[in-house]
Each structure stands twice: as C-alpha cells, then as structure tokens.
C-alpha cells in the first residue's frame, strides 16, 4: 500500500515517501518460524488427526494475530513528504492521519538510540504552531537524511520574513530609509 497521488493537491508532489524501518517486523517474522517449528514438531509427535488439527488451529491463530496483523500494520503505515505537507497514514481496517502543512512546521529534531544507530533509523520529532503536541514519527529508516530533506523543503521559500512579512530588526534587508 501506498500513498495515492489522488490525494495530492494541484502542483503538489511527492519528495519522500517512507515506511517504519523494516526493524518494526523482525519479531513477527521471528514468531512466524518459531510457531512453525513447533507446530511441526507437535505434528510429528502427535499421532492423532485431531491433535494435529488443534496445532494447525493454534498455529494459524498465532499466524494471524502475531504476524499477520503487525506486518499488514507495518504495510499501511507511512509518512510521506510533498512540497507542501508532511502526511502520516495508519491503519488497517479504521484508518487515521495527519497532515501538517510545511509553512507550520517551526521545528523538526531527530532521537536516535544505540540500537537505532545500528540499523540506520531513528524517531523525527516535528514541532508545528498548533496546540497539538509535537508529531513523533517512529522508526523512520535514515531519519538524518529525511530530517535534512525536510529542512531544504522547509527554506526553500524562506525569504527571511516574520508571519506579517516584515523582516528582523537589525536585517539590512528590513533597513528602508528613503533617500531624499
């Protein structure tokens, strides 16, 4: 799944558009082989037809609620970064979203922690001018890329001026004595 240009607005387009690190279904995956392992063991130890159907049973519940469902999880997760916004899709069955424009965005920071040094992620932390709290984005895998990608997209536009267009005090720019 994927972010559906549809959803862009006229002259938008995409910059980046990223899932959680991959690191986000390792457990899963790591269940997926230990349940299979012991349900063919069970199999093979159990002689009857209806133990083994129990361990199929057992197995594919376990199939569908410790690995099914993360890595579907994990699939419609994204974060996507156009010229314009910065968008975050989630869900399954009952989807939710956020959409900061990128003239709102008054801070991004990045966390990285020993195991995320190792696997090249890390947690982007965007500050906007809204009452709600800064927006954490987990796992996103080269966060210092992204952070730095995000910050050209951010100046890209800057002229320098405050929120009513005028400039710092102090900035040559906003020096407009009339010669006379």
Avoid at 5 to 13: C, D, M, N, S
Wanted: net charge neutral; hydrophobic share 45%; charged share 20%.
């Amino acid at each position: 799944m994927s972010f559906s240009p549809k959803h862009l607005t006229q002259g938008e387009r995409v910059e980046l558009e990223l899932h959680t690190h991959i690191k986000a279904i390792v457990l899963p995956l790591i269940i997926l082989v230990v349940a299979t392992v012991a349900a063919l063991a069970g199999a093979v130890y159990w002689d009857n037809q209806w133990g083994r159907l129990a361990i199929g049973v057992v197995w594919l519940l376990v199939v569908i609620v410790f690995v099914l469902a993360p890595v579907w999880r994990w699939r419609a997760t994204f974060y996507v970064i156009t010229n314009r916004r910065l968008i975050t899709r989630t869900g399954i069955v009952s989807k939710s979203g956020r959409d900061i424009p990128l003239y709102r965005i008054s801070d991004v920071a990045y966390d990285k922690g020993p195991l995320d040094r190792i696997l090249g992620c890390g947690t982007l932390i965007v500050s906007d001018a809204s009452d709600q709290a800064g927006l954490q984005l987990h796992d996103v895998p080269h966060v210092e890329d992204v952070q730095v990608r995000l910050n050209e997209l951010l100046f890209q536009h800057d002229n320098g001026t405050d929120d009513e267009g005028t400039f710092p005090p102090g900035d040559p720019r906003g020096d407009r004595r009339r010669a006379y």
